[in-house]
T-cell receptor, first 114, second 114 residues
Framework: DGGITQSPKYLFRKEGQNVTLSCEQN?????MYWYRQDPGQGLRLIYY???????QKGDIAEGYSVSREKKESFPLTVTSAQKNPTAFYLC?????????????FGPGTRLTVT | AQTVTQSQPEMSVQEAETVTLSCTYD???????LFWYKQPPSRQMILVIR??????QNATENRFSVNFQKAAKSFSLKISDSQLGDTAMYFC???????????FGKGTKLSVIP
């Protein structure tokens, strides 16, 4: 089945530690995205990538880093510089052709930092 | 750049009744795309319906339809014959043609009451 996988579903970390969230897709999509979701805030774009080895900052990139070494994978690292890392993180992907770059989402990772 | 506003934080509807969720947007693009996404308690984001701005005909997907008023920059979602499985957060989103970024509203929490 084609789709997007994110792991793990729940992640717990101590303050001051970096943590990496996994995102893999087998939809052969060129573009991938990371969003953060907080209660009452909707989805906010962290980073996106249109092609391997290239990525751009979104609206809230501070304290986060990404890599795109393979088309299928777009891991997100939440660094210790992120002041408020506890949130729900969603990964998405889209084709760069066709209907307005419609995005497909993974199941998300809930990160809790204490 | 786009902005998306959903003015109804919460709504409820009786099972089998019809409900309309409101969305207004602002964009400087001449062509753009509008989407409604559903996020049930599982938190998986699911595309419900999409509309291309230069198409005048309102989009319909089974029990879901939109009322697209381009001049008023309004994009409301109508759910007919509401079912318990429609209980979810609903997000309105907009992207410019050629843009990789989706701008989301803050969401409307819909509860379907048996």
């Amino acid at each position: 089945d084609g789709g997007i996988t994110q792991s793990p579903k729940y992640l717990f970390r101590k303050e001051g530690q970096n943590v990496t969230l996994s995102c893999e897709q087998n939809l052969n999509h060129d573009a991938m995205y990371w969003y953060r979701q907080d209660p009452g805030q909707g989805l906010r774009l962290i980073y996106y990538s249109q092609i391997v080895n290239d990525f751009q900052k979104g609206d809230i990139a501070e304290g986060y880093s990404v890599s795109r070494e393979k088309k299928e994978s777009f891991p997100l690292t939440v660094t210790s510089a992120q002041k408020n890392p506890t949130a729900f993180y969603l990964c998405a992907s889209s084709s760069l052709q066709g209907y307005g770059y419609e995005q497909y989402f993974g199941p998300g990772t809930r990160l809790t930092v204490t | 750049a786009q902005t998306v506003t959903q003015s109804q934080p919460e709504m409820s509807v009786q099972e089998a009744e019809t409900v309309t969720l409101s969305c207004t947007y602002d964009t400087s693009e001449n062509n753009y795309y509008l989407f409604w996404y559903k996020q049930p308690p599982s938190r998986q984001m699911i595309l419900v319906i999409r509309q291309e701005a230069y198409k005048q005909q309102n989009a319909t997907e089974n029990r879901f339809s939109v009322n697209f008023q381009k001049a008023a920059k309004s994009f409301s979602l109508k759910i007919s014959d509401s079912q318990l499985g429609d209980t979810a957060m609903y997000f309105c989103a907009c992207s410019g043609a050629g843009s990789y970024q989706l701008t989301f509203g803050k969401g409307t929490k819909l509860s379907v009451i048996p």
